[in-house]
């Protein structure tokens, strides 16, 4: 319990940060809400006036022609007002989502992918899509109307007490009580949308995952029982999103109780004492111009506790996003964790790892101590059963992650590729996957590449050629050709360093040869290769051998 409130504050401090980053734009629209105030009172001053006028003094419609314009001027002015202060409010809204999506996108390539590699590409895009807009209404309308909802009160007060001091009263004793019991019915609005959030970041990656694998679900004819399970989730989505409203229906409907009696009060008081029946204080004094300009502010007193009131459910929201989001930005990145300074690395390699280890949460050290030097153009395979630590060790090559004792040392100007047994081929075109590499690269380039990869002969056989598009994930071409794919983006690439994770796993023996040909004559080109692989093939191609168990190297010939 005391941990969540904690962590709430920390929140709502985060979020006070934000906000003030925006203080400009912020105040102006708070001096926009009081203009518009403003232009109410006088407005509902000359109505007062207006029918005073028309029904006490017995003036012709034709005399008031004057306060009617006013009213209608006046009427404009607060339309434009209220306009400008929303307007004030969405520019700042949106460059600080703006700016948390970037601060966000930044954080999490610093991450790098082994971090984001244990987490579901749905929830992180929940985090960057709905927890991010969760801060719109809180910063747009919240916290203008935050200060608005004392300011506006106050003015409207001091009218009243300058009309009958009574009526005052009985407005100023019944305001406290509205925010009071606001507060106690919202008290658990920002725990339900913490929940809320957290239930649409697993329907995310409930659909994401049955979308991925719908073929599979279809042949083991499962696609029944997966719509059954989405169906599940996204009702539970729908409890606690009703639960959410309900309670902010609630909170809204507590306010309206309390300044529908309060607003009773006054009228009860302004009719009596117009009729005579109070003889007490102003009541006197009352005439129909103070008592309806009296009535018409009453309601005008609680509108910015109403408008706070609206807006609430937006606070509690942002808090249950902010919660979320301040811990994935306190997430240390891996690569930088333990990592001791970056030194010049021996001349003529391109990296060196000196007593290097790497150490897990929960799992202890899973690699080193460990020390290797690599040079351009040696092949290196790194050989060992599963677990063994091959892939740690070549993401902490690539940076990925960094040594928790030793040091890693990366050569001047080293350029780093990665391959391994899934790589990335996004929906679009052959050459938009190539221009992953090189963006810059023109057809010819990009078909030299694909020849060397071994895929000449299917560029020939496709009508469109470079054009050919491709699904998501690659679809449309085998694992071999996805792989030799990745081996032609490698080949486009200036990479001097290029480290392969399990390249040829799940292929046949006809598509190994043609990838292991291809790495041969990557080799050959003077770049360094680090395979980590179980293939006969592969290690065939290697000068150097690093055989690991348990993340300690047993031999390196």
Known sequence: MVEGREATRQAARWLAGLAAAERRRLGLAVVAGGLATLATLGQLALLARFVDALLADGRPPAELLLPALGMLALLALRALALFTQETLGQAASLRLRTRVRSALLDHLARLGPAWLGARHSASLASQLVEQVEALDGYIARFRPQLVLAVIQPLMVLATVIWLDWLAALFLLLSAPLIPLFMALVGMGAERLNREQFAAV??????????????????????????????????????????RTLRL?????????????VAIAVVAIYVGFGLLGYVDFGPAPQLTLFSGLLVLLLAPEFFQPLRSLAQHYHDRAAALGAARELAVLFEAEPAAVRGETPVDAVSQGGLMELAAATVTHPGRGRVLGPLDLRLAPGAVMAVTGPSGAGKSTLLQLLAGFVGPGEGSRRPGEGVRIAWMDQRPLLIQGSLADNLRLAAPAADDA???????????????????AGLDTPLGERGAGLSGGQAQRLALARVFLSDASLVLLDEPTASLDADTQARVAEALAALAGEGRCLVIATHQPALMALADRRLALRDGVPEAIP
């Open 445 to 463: 380039a990009l078909s030299r590449a694909l020849a060397r990869a071994g895929l000449g002969e299917l560029l020939a056989g496709l009508p």
């Open 201 to 242: 970041a697993r329907l995310s990656g409930h659909f994401i995952d049955r979308v991925r694998a719908v073929t599979t679900l279809q042949l083991f004819g499962r696609t029944r029982a997966a719509t059954a399970e989405v169906h599940a989730a996204a009702d539970d989505y729908r409890r606690r999103s009703l």
């Open 248 to 260: 902010a229906f609630l909170s809204s409907a507590v306010l309206e109780f309390f300044a529908s």
